[in-house]
């Protein structure tokens, strides 16, 4: 166990024990818990004092399946609250086999020069000079440090949105396949990257330095039942491997749920063309693949490759969220648009969600038509080409809002909603209004509640207590690098049970099923104490007014949950 500290003012370097107050730490609670106590809360999320950390779950680099995630935490320059955004792929699990419980960078240059960090098989750390890079989208800059480097290896990189610093500059990483296509897109997170003076940290994965496991043996049964447990569960065993995460444009349109048009319908016109059905068909017509493995130890395999009319690769993952925010949102209902979309966004460095929601906005305020699928691929080109217009998109909904004098601007603290309205969805309005994070359905998103029937999603009763429960577990998810998709067994008694057996063998430990909500209630508490440092107030945890006040066709709901009611989602 161990930290890789960097000092990007003087470029030194240091690889040091954890220290005991972050031991036993991993993923989001150990980027959550060393922000909350070294980043001095005030400070400009793209000056010196703010700290990026880079850290695998807990249980990344082990053979756990689906437990490659890599957290990435900063004050955010988009919400201005503490974040951790999460991203899939291979960087997990190459860190986790080095060793590696965090990279912590601090500092900033003195020059506008730019450095790669390398980690070497050995865990070795080295800064690089990067110059060479300066101004490549990721896949170029990607594709010429792995041929530098070697193909085993792992990438963390920046597009030139996140060299402009715009705040919704996402952290691309890089798949199975070696494209940068997996994305730390939420929060701004690649301006601070390159507030840093970094282009890209390159990982081997060659590394043979993991965490010993304290029990093995029972390590490696608990591993071979919690995998039975994701392949027996309907949604990681069958559903996603099928149509992957696009399987929800259907079931969230049929409950008047899927914010289009800016918002203002719950059922997208069209829907169908744009459904994980009709995805999964296309792709499989023109020879693409539908159920591919995207990121390091995934037996889910709900990522997919897009290919064209020639059988071109065009991107990877297509997914619900990418899918809700260029098509939903936009009405545009063009599989083909709106994967180009997502790999323009994927090699420029910019959050698909965020975009997707600025560019509804601007058709909703007259500037371009709903459905202009050719004004939509122009718009992202410019943030790439640094234009006025391209930086405003590339700052968000909130600035695109401001910009064109518009109110109807879905985000809370700046940061957009996701694919789920909150006045069809009451709970998830509990988790946008609520997370120490901005609007975050990864936080803890109550669909599961809805599907199953256990949750009236019209109805305000229970939705506080669905939010806080379900963003507990999630915290705690995030700690350990597995999958939230492939979270979702945790909910059974089998899964469950094997999961807390994999958390005791791997460390020791003796569990029970109180512990696991513990963990993530410590990590809430920790980003809700920074953010309340932070000048961070309940009166911004609250959506924007229209969701209070323009009913939602065709169920004609507003959000019902009071202000009271929101205040105490989170009171632990």
């Known amino acids: 166990m161990k930290f890789i500290n960097i000092n990007m003012t003087d470029k030194t370097l240091r690889i040091k024990d954890v220290p005991q107050a972050y031991m036993g730490l991993g993923g989001r609670g150990l980027t959550s818990t060393v922000i909350n106590a070294e980043v001095p809360p005030k400070c400009d999320p793209l000056g010196p004092d703010n700290k990026l950390i880079i850290a695998p779950g807990a249980l990344s680099g082990t ?33 986790g086999r080095l060793g590696i419980t965090a990279i912590i960078i601090e500092g900033q240059p003195t020059d506008d020069k730019l450095n790669t960090l390398v980690i070497d098989q050995t865990g070795t750390p080295c800064l690089v000079p990067a110059d060479e890079l300066k101004g490549m989208r990721t ?29 919704s500059a996402s952290i691309q990483a890089t798949d199975v396949d070696n494209r ?61 491997p099928a149509l992957g995460t696009a399987g929800l444009v259907a079931p969230v349109n049929s409950m008047g749920a899927f914010p289009s048009l800016n918002a203002t319908q719950g059922v997208m016109k069209g829907w169908e063309k744009i459904s994980g059905e009709a995805l999964a068909e296309l792709i499989g017509k023109r020879g693409g693949n539908a159920s591919h493995q995207g990121c390091s130890q995934c037996i889910v395999r709900c ?30 209902d063009d599989l083909d648009i709106i994967a180009k979309l997502d790999y323009l966004c994927d090699d420029i460095g910019v959050d698909t969600m965020n975009t997707g929601v600025g560019i509804a906005v601007a058709m909703d305020a007259g500037r371009f038509g709903f459905g202009d699928g050719k004004a939509a691929l122009d718009l992202v080109e410019q943030i790439a080409e640094g234009t006025e217009l391209g930086k405003i998109l590339g700052n968000g909904p909130d600035a695109v809002g401001k910009h064109f ?40 998103n109550v669909i599961g509640e809805y599907v199953t029937g256990a949750l009236d ?18 915290a705690a998810v995030d700690c350990t690098g597995l999958c939230l998709l492939a979270s979702f067994p945790l909910t059974t008694p089998e899964g469950g049970m094997a999961f807390l057996k994999v958390m005791n063998a791997k460390f020791g430990l003796q569990l029970g099923p109180d512990d696991i909500p513990a963990m993530g209630i410590r990590v809430l508490k920790e980003e809700l104490a920074f953010n309340q440092k932070a000048g961070i107030t309940k009166e911004q945890d609250r959506l924007p007014e229209f969701f209070y006040k323009e009913p939602l066709p065709p169920h004609n709901k507003v959000v019902l949950i009071t202000n009271e009611e929101m205040d105490g989602a989170l009171n632990f």
């Open 63 to 95: 053979s756990l399946v689906n437990t490659s995630r890599v957290s990435i935490g900063a004050k955010s320059p988009l919400t201005g609250t503490i974040k951790e955004s999460n991203a899939g792929g291979t960087m997990g699990a190459a860190l």
């Open 139 to 167: 896949y170029a800059a990607a594709g010429k440090l792995l041929n530098e480097y070697g193909e085993k290896n792992s990438i963390l990189i920046i597009g030139p949105a996140g060299e402009y610093k715009l705040k």
């Open 180 to 240: 940068p296509c997996r994305a730390a897109g939420r929060g701004g997170l690649g301006a601070v990257m390159a507030s840093k003076g970094l282009k890209a940290v390159v990982v081997s994965q060659e590394g043979k330095n993991a965490d010993a496991i304290a029990d093995p043996e029972a390590f490696k049964e608990a591993a071979r039942e919690f995998a039975q447990a994701i392949k027996a569960h309907p949604m990681t065993g069958q559903m996603l």
């Open 303 to 332: 990522s997919n490759e897009f290919v064209d009319e020639n059988k071109n690769y065009v991107t990877s993952s297509l997914e619900y969220e990418t899918i809700w925010a260029m098509g939903g949102m936009t009405g545009i």
């Open 405 to 444: 004098n518009h109110k109807r601007v879905p985000t809370v603290k700046g940061q957009s909603i996701a694919a789920y309205d909150p006045r069809g969805m009451q709970g998830n309005a509990v988790t946008y209004a609520t997370s120490p994070m901005g609007a975050d359905h990864t936080a803890g």
């Open 457 to 474: 999603p019209l109805k305000p009763e229970g939705q506080v207590e669905a939010s806080r429960n379900t963003q507990i577990a999630m």
